[in-house]
């Protein structure tokens, strides 16, 4: 089955078809893909139910480790079977670039997949110390006992349309990993992303309601975030539905794992090797700036800021705008026009409170169809302006000048997001301290390790969000922790 041919959910192992389907719509010249189908209570109640008996009363969680790594591992292998039709997808339904999409939207999750069904096999059973403790009978108990680390149970995962691939595999697979359930609920944008795991549950013989994939409206997706049968929520998008889904899921009192949104600082102190700074600076527009983690604040100290802000506009003024199934091309449309009328909306704001345009700002000439915009840099820009403090979640990136290391930190800090962060120095023992200071989730020295490491955690604080995703901390995210004791007499 190709994915253009999916009409159905996937629910308890079957596919169902329901009522209504809508146009999925390619961001960069305004095609149709195909039609998906959109599930509603129905579907999503069904979806809910097989994936509640299959933790109750099926054989996954109860699997030996092993066995469910193996299964997993051909899960995957499955997958990469398919890369080339899925990075192709990929560029068409989330409007990725050819490169974005071949090695950070598919080759970085899928590396992280297999590094949580490798970790898996940790012990979910550790010891505690040994006790001695007094008792009524005049004698001392001896005592011990152990933690077991045990799967939640239904997980509800809800993803974005940025990085739908990546975020569907991130949340799914760790899930499965430690023996919970899930019900997996893709943006009406990019459902196929997700569909497709469906076929491949199916094909590789995932055990009957472990995996469902249900799309739909906010019916649905109310149903999943507030019926009782739903032990976890895993849900990334922006800080705004997070709190929404949060007071949503607050009556059952269910466990929530939210990574939401950014405003990230770039500290770029005097004796930076600027270039070097530019360069990562310039990621600001990585897929059209449609990032929650990318460096949208660039905190410049004022005696270099002049030739970094030139740095940056040579850097993003190479960048090849169009149509990313051309291979050369190396920025990339928005998903549809309410992201391009909200960016076009930030330009006036910023403008309206003062900051100096330095390049962009406008719909790029020649692309009548798509969804396209500049990359746009803005210099002077005051820290407590809108521009600075709200995320925009398209190509605006926003200078700010500083001069002490102290008002860097404070700046940084004077925000009400904390996702990631970073900074640039010759002084690399001075940035270190600077980032034990900035209370964000990570933060990356001269461009920090170069990769995403499958073993470090991932996430927020503040509006940005809690819980961890990827490393071991993500993975125990789906568990909660049973503590047994016991006693020798």
Not at 67 to 89: P, Y
Request: proline share 6%.
């Amino acid at each position: 089955m190709s994915i253009a041919a999916i009409k159905s959910l996937y629910i308890d192992g079957e596919w169902v078809t329901p009522a209504e389907r809508e146009a999925v719509i390619n961001p960069a010249d305004e095609s149709l893909i195909a039609e998906a189908p959109v599930g509603g209570i129905e579907e999503m109640d069904a979806a809910i139910a097989a994936a509640r008996m299959a933790f109750d009363r099926g054989p996954w969680p109860r699997m030996p480790v092993a066995a469910r790594q193996a299964k997993l591992t051909e899960f995957l292998d499955a997958i990469d079977r398919r890369k080339a039709e899925i990075v192709d997808l990929i560029v068409a339904e989330a409007g990725a670039t050819r490169m974005l999409a071949d090695y950070l939207q598919y080759g970085i999750p899928m590396q992280h997949a297999r590094h949580m069904v490798a970790i898996a096999s940790r012990p979910a059973v550790t010891p505690l110390p040994v006790e001695t403790t007094p008792n009524a009978q005049g004698t001392i108990t001896l005592g011990a006992g152990v933690i077991s680390r045990e799967p939640m149970g239904v997980v509800a995962a809800i993803t974005p349309y940025n990085f739908p691939f990546f975020l569907n595999v991130g949340k799914v697979i760790p899930a499965l990993a430690v023996g919970c359930t899930v019900v997996l609920k893709p943006s009406p944008y990019t459902p196929f992303e997700a569909l497709l795991l469906g076929q491949i549950a199916e094909e590789v013989g995932l055990p009957k309601g472990v995996l469902n994939v249900v799309t739909g409206g906010i019916e649905a997706a109310t149903l999943l975030t507030t019926d009782k049968r739903v032990d976890l929520i895993s849900f990334t998008g922006s800080d705004k539905v997070g709190a929404m889904i949060q007071a949503q899921a607050a009556p059952t009192l269910k466990r929530c794992l939210m990574e939401l949104g950014g405003k990230s600082a770039l500290i770029v102190r005097p004796d930076a090797n600027l270039m070097q700074a530019a360069m990562t600076g310039a990621s600001y527009c990585t897929h059209a700036g449609q990032g929650c983690a990318l460096l949208t604040r660039h905190l410049v100290h004022n005696s270099v800021r002049a030739d970094y802000v030139e740095m940056l506009k040579g850097m993003i003024g190479h960048l090849k705008i169009g149509n990313p199934a051309d291979p050369s091309v190396t920025f990339g449309p928005l998903i549809r026009e309410v992201a391009r009328t909200r960016t076009e909306s930030y330009v006036d704001i910023a403008l309206s409170e003062g900051a100096t345009l330095v390049t962009g700002g406008k719909r790029p000439a020649g692309l009548e169809r798509g969804y396209y915009y500049e990359p746009t840099l803005f210099d002077n820009v005051s820290n407590a302006s809108r521009l600075a403090q709200e995320e925009v979640f398209g190509p605006i990136c926003a200078v700010i000048g500083y001069d002490s290391d102290e008002e860097a930190i404070a700046l940084a800090n004077d925000s009400e997001f904390g996702l990631s962060g970073g900074i640039f120095s010759a002084d690399v023992g001075r940035a270190y301290e600077m980032a034990l200071q900035i209370r964000t989730g990570g933060v990356s020295i001269n461009g920090g390790s170069g990769r995403m490491s499958s073993h470090a955690p991932f996430g927020g604080i503040k509006r940005s969000g809690y819980g961890r995703e990827y490393g071991e901390e993500g993975l125990n995210e789906f568990t909660y922790v049973k503590t047994i004791g016991f006693h020798g007499g």
